[in-house]
T-cell receptor, first 116, second 115 residues
């Protein structure tokens, strides 16, 4: 079974530029998550989708971050414009449709973003 | 609100020695608890989870954790460390019950194994 795929793996941009990340979850997984992991910290949930609907985006900085999951499969996360403090690893995870409290989340390798 | 505290950002053990990584949680309702491992340049992988069944949970790679409500703890242990266990370990908590609740992670503990 193929895992969660993410691209690109690394990205370096200057502040105020825009950037987009792509995630392809495990086939058949209804729930998709985007996390931000700043160096030295645990992952923080940015947004959670169930199929193509948003379940939780309470920690997404909506003035600069946006995400979509068209057709309930792939997802993109965009930052526009980027700030220095956005430097982090952006992790995508997916889980099957079931008990959202106990379901295992499967993580992709992440995209490491450096904002100069 | 739920939170976890991982004691020790860096733990070193000798190969073959006991591994003990500490996690304390705070939750207003009975929690679900998870341990994830992250190898360099990789995503997180679930080691084990507590979802209100047995308090002693066995996971992959010989790891286990015990849920102790009286101590609000969920420490991760392994009897004998291997070099391949060197990684970063994250404890996480999630609220139990119906609905979709965020998985809240601790800051992580980096485990080094000395040959």
């Amino acid at each position: 079974e193929a895992g969660v795929a993410q691209s690109p793996r690394y990205k370096i941009i200057e502040k105020r530029q825009s950037v987009a990340f792509w995630c392809n979850p495990i086939s058949g997984h209804a729930t998709l998550y985007w996390y931000q992991q700043i160096l030295g910290q645990g992952p923080k949930l940015l947004i959670q989708f169930q199929n193509n609907g948003v379940v939780d985006d309470s920690q997404l900085p909506k003035d600069r971050f946006s995400a979509e999951r068209l057709k309930g499969v792939d997802s993109t996360l965009k930052i526009q414009p980027a700030k220095l403090e956005d430097s982090a690893v952006y992790l995508c995870a997916s889980s099957p449709l079931g008990d959202l409290s106990t379901d295992t989340q499967y993580f992709g390798p992440g995209t490491r973003l450096t904002v100069l | 609100a739920q939170s976890v505290t991982q004691l020790g950002s860096h733990v070193s053990v000798s190969e073959g020695a006991l591994v003990l990584l500490r996690c304390n949680y705070s939750s207003s309702v009975p929690p679900y608890l998870f341990w994830y491992v992250q190898y360099p340049n990789q995503g997180l992988q679930l080691l084990l989870k507590y979802t209100s069944a047995a308090t002693l949970v066995k996971g992959i790679n010989g790891f286990e954790a015990e849920f102790k409500k009286s101590e609000t703890s969920f420490h991760l242990t392994k009897p004998s460390a291997h070099m391949s266990d060197a990684a970063e370990y994250f404890c996480a908590v999630r609220r139990s019950g119906a609905g979709s609740y965020q998985l809240t992670f601790g800051k992580g503990t980096k485990l080094s194994v000395i040959p």
